[in-house]
């Protein structure tokens, strides 16, 4: 049984079942040292087997 990704390009906002590989290339946190290393945000530059490159930013607060 072959798996069936979706390519990044592909992907539209909203709810969804799909599914895509996809390689992480950075990862960053973002930190509030003020208040005992809270995690504040998130940021991630993902790519696929096409070499799109999807920057995400995902916001803790």
Known sequence: MANSYTLLANLRAGRCSN???????????????????????????????????LPRFFSVL
């Open 19 to 53: 599914t895509a590989e996809v390689r992480l290339l950075r990862f960053w946190e973002a930190r509030n040292i003020n208040k005992g290393g809270e995690l504040m945000s998130i940021e991630m530059l993902l790519i696929d087997e096409a070499v799109s490159v």
